[in-house]
């Protein structure tokens, strides 16, 4: 059930640059999230950004949307360290279907 | 936020033993409840929905007969690895909707590490 693709699938950059990761997708959806996970760990909730949204601020975090395209990018700003982890992408089709989650971008940022 | 618990956090057994792992609402109910699996540096797959008061809904090529699904309540579901062999080792994460509070958000567990020896 997997649908969305991530690209980069790894990502490796100096602290204090910034990070964008893409993300696309098959069919329609409701909403489109983010998340984190660092080695093996739980997920962290990064972000929601609805379809009728094309674009959200979260701190350093900014998502953008086009559905016409069926793609969502996630930018970090200023990565540091600690950002270093797996970023996913997870579509939403419904509000009552489970999340399906792209493959995701393994960030690595060097101090 | 909701938090969804899961128990145990890890868990070590030899090939041919069962394994359950459960999944808990803390402080919403939970209708349904998903169980997802993950293998090392890939991505969550799910495997199954649990709906409480019925039978589980099953992804394709996931036996129901190895992972049996009871959603017995609002705020618990188990997994149980039926008969598990090393190449079920994986780490198995459930998670929940809270639709008291519109249900947009998937609240996740912390995972359940599985290694089968």
């Known amino acids: 059930s997997q649908q969305g693709e991530e690209d980069p699938q790894a990502l490796s950059i100096q602290e204090g640059e910034n990070a964008t990761m893409n993300c696309s997708y098959k069919?329609?959806?409701?909403?489109l999230q983010w998340y984190r996970q660092n080695s093996g760990r739980g997920l962290v909730h990064l972000i929601l950004?609805?379809?009728?949204?094309r674009e959200k601020h979260s701190g350093r975090l900014r998502v953008t949307l086009d559905t016409s395209k069926k793609s969502s990018s996630l930018l970090i700003t200023a990565s540091r360290a600690a950002d270093t982890a797996s970023y996913f992408c997870?579509?939403?089709?419904?509000?009552?279907?489970?999340?399906?989650f792209g493959k995701g971008t393994r960030l690595s940022v060097i101090a | 936020g909701a938090v969804v618990s899961q128990h145990p956090s890890w868990v070590i057994c030899k090939s041919g033993t069962s394994v359950k792992i459960e999944c808990r609402s803390l402080?919403?109910?939970?209708?349904?409840m998903f169980w997802y699996r993950q293998f090392p540096k890939q991505s969550l797959m799910l495997m199954a929905t649990?709906?409480?008061?019925?039978?589980?809904?099953?992804e394709q090529g996931v036996e129901k007969d190895k992972f049996l699904i009871n959603h017995a309540s609002l705020t618990l579901s188990t997994l149980t690895v039926t008969s598990a062999h090393p190449e079920d080792s994986s780490f198995y994460i459930c998670?929940?909707?809270?639709?008291?509070?519109?249900?947009?958000?998937?609240?996740f567990g912390p995972g359940t590490r599985l290694l089968v020896l």
């Open positions: 402080d919403f109910q939970a209708t349904t």
């Open positions: 649990s709906n409480e008061g019925s039978k589980a809904t099953y």
């Open positions: 069919t329609s959806i409701n909403n």
């Open positions: 950004i609805r379809s009728n949204e």
């Open positions: 997870a579509t939403d089709a419904s509000g009552n279907t489970p999340l399906v």
């Open positions: 998670s929940a909707r809270d639709q008291d509070r519109g249900g947009e958000t998937q609240y």
